[in-house]
T-cell receptor
Framework: ETGVTQSPTHLIKTRGQQVTLRCSSQ?????VSWYQQALGQGPQFIFQ???????GRGNFPPRFSGLQFPNYSSELNVNALELDDSALYLC?????????????FGSGTRLTVV | DAKTTQPNSMESNEEEPVHLPCNHS???????IHWYRQLPSQGPEYVIH???SNVNNRMASLAIAEDRKSSTLILHRATLRDAAVYYC????????????FGKGTSLLVTP
């Protein structure tokens, strides 16, 4: 069984630009969620996708958006990048209805905004 | 999700047991207690979860207080590879999705 894979692993962008991060969920999982982790902090929930629709969102502005594809992979898009968007972005997958069970996380994409 | 309180850091000697405490005095009846850990430069890793009864798996044991207001993650024999940030998270099985990570406990394991 494959785990969660994220790409790219590192990325440097300029303030004001747009970025797309990608995630392939673990085999058999149909739900994908995204988290932002600033240095020295715990991950913060951005949003979750199930059946290609967003079904939960944390306290993040609309310039953070996402997609889930029929194969359950997902993208996180961030528009109008700000310096504070510099963080580790984590993708996690799970099986809907088994939320009480564990999530599988990827190793993340390290985004630096300059 | 209800909040949890954990010590900022703990230290253990290699080969010795480690008891990582977590307080969750506002836990509700439908909250599961989850533990994740995050090794350096990696994403969080699921460790264990439970509702009321103590739980054991190959990684750790979870001891839950009778009133469920606290729990303890037990690593039976710490190794250097167990050095990580450990997060205690309450998750309502009815409300779906988000894991509410706090700052966790940073565990240092010394040889």
């Amino acid at each position: 069984e494959t785990g969660v894979t994220q790409s790219p692993t590192h990325l440097i962008k300029t303030r004001g630009q747009q970025v797309t991060l990608r995630c392939s969920s673990q085999s058999g999982h149909n739900t994908v969620s995204w988290y932002q982790q600033a240095l020295g902090q715990g991950p913060q929930f951005i949003f979750q996708y199930y059946r290609e629709e967003e079904n939960g969102r944390g306290n993040f502005p609309p310039r953070f958006s996402g997609l889930q594809f029929p194969n359950y992979s997902s993208e996180l898009n961030v528009n109008a990048l700000e310096l504070d968007d510099s963080a580790l972005y984590l993708c996690a997958s799970s099986l809907a209805g088994r939320g009480a069970m564990g999530y599988t996380f990827g190793s993340g994409t390290r985004l630096t905004v300059v | 999700d209800a909040k949890t309180t954990q010590p900022n850091s703990m230290e253990s000697n290699e080969e010795e047991p480690v008891h990582l405490p977590c307080n969750h005095s506002t836990i509700s009846g439908t909250d599961y207690i989850h533990w994740y850990r995050q090794l350096p430069s990696q994403g969080p890793e699921y460790v264990i979860h439970g509702l009321t009864s103590n739980v054991n798996n190959r990684m750790a044991s979870l001891a839950i207080a009778e009133d469920r207001k606290s729990s303890t993650l037990i690593l039976h024999r710490a190794t250097l590879r167990d050095a990580a940030v450990y997060y205690c998270i309450l998750r309502d099985s009815n409300s779906g999705y988000a894991l509410n990570f706090g700052k966790g406990t940073s565990l240092l394991v010394t040889p």
